[in-house]
Antibody, heavy 123, light 107 residues
Framework: QLQLQESGPGLVKPSDTLSLTCTVS??????????WAWIRQPPGKGLEWIGTIYYTGTTYYNPSLKSRITVSVDTSKSQFFLKLSSVTAADTAMYYC???????????????WGQGTLVTVSS | DIQMTQSPSSLSASVGDRVNFTCRASQSVSSLLNWYQQKPGKAPKLLIY???KLQTGVPSRFSGAGSGTDFTLTISSLQPEDFATYHCQQSYSSPRTFGQGTKVEIK
């Protein structure tokens, strides 16, 4: 069964860059059928798609965050990454990585999720 | 962006009840609508994709219907493990957007 695991600091200072890693196991990150995504959920609120990457490095970003995010992949380590710059308290959230069946539109869903990692932005 | 609105925001129901809740899109998303279940402290779990297709391993008491702008998730006989929050998500256009969730609580 495919597994995804997020890792990274749980506390980030305002104006700093949030950096997270998602490690994929029991499955190939190089599969041509799937994409890899980051999604977040502020405490007590709904889900927000952040960005998606294909194993070739092609990326798709949420326009609302595009100026601050970078998603990258290292297929040799079966990992993909999220960097979110200039964070504020509004970026405090549970961050999930997930597998996406499909890119960003025209039919896609998130069928496997990591357990999530809580990132708090505070000085 | 396509706005997704779920109603109600919460509901109380009993084990064995038939439960329906809705998701409305601000513009047509065809049948490109997914439903997820989220239990407290856990990641969401895909239940229904493409409006009505049951994800592998999901019990048949869950069903989805709708197209265009209006969608429904139905639980035919609510079980104790179904008390959770349910989210809809459109995949018609980018950015993919979610509804705010419907929380199902025990009556």
């Amino acid at each position: 069964q495919l597994q995804l695991q997020e890792s990274g600091p749980g506390l980030v200072k305002p104006s700093d860059t949030l950096s997270l890693t998602c490690t994929v196991s029991s499955g190939s990150i190089r599969s041509s059928d799937y994409y890899w995504a980051w999604i977040r959920q502020p405490p007590g609120k709904g889900l927000e798609w952040i960005g998606t990457i294909y194993y070739t490095g092609t990326t798709y970003y949420n326009p609302s965050l595009k100026s601050r995010i970078t998603v990258s992949v290292d297929t040799s380590k079966s990992q993909f990454f999220l960097k979110l710059s200039s964070v504020t308290a509004a970026d405090t959230a549970m961050y999930y990585c997930a597998r996406s069946r499909g890119a960003v539109a025209g039919g896609s869903d998130f069928d496997y999720w990591g357990q999530g990692t809580l990132v708090t932005v505070s000085s | 962006d396509i706005q997704m609105t779920q109603s109600p925001s919460s509901l109380s129901a009993s084990v064995g009840d038939r439960v329906n809740f809705t998701c409305r899109a601000s513009q047509s998303v065809s049948s490109l609508l997914n439903w997820y279940q989220q239990k407290p402290g856990k990641a969401p779990k895909l239940l229904i994709y493409s409006a009505s297709k049951l994800q592998t391993g999901v019990p048949s008491r869950f069903s989805g219907a709708g197209s265009g702008t209006d969608f429904t998730l139905t639980i035919s006989s609510l079980q104790p493990e179904d008390f959770a929050t349910y989210h809809c998500q459109q995949s018609y256009s980018s950015p993919r957007t979610f509804g705010q969730g419907t929380k199902v609580e025990i009556k």
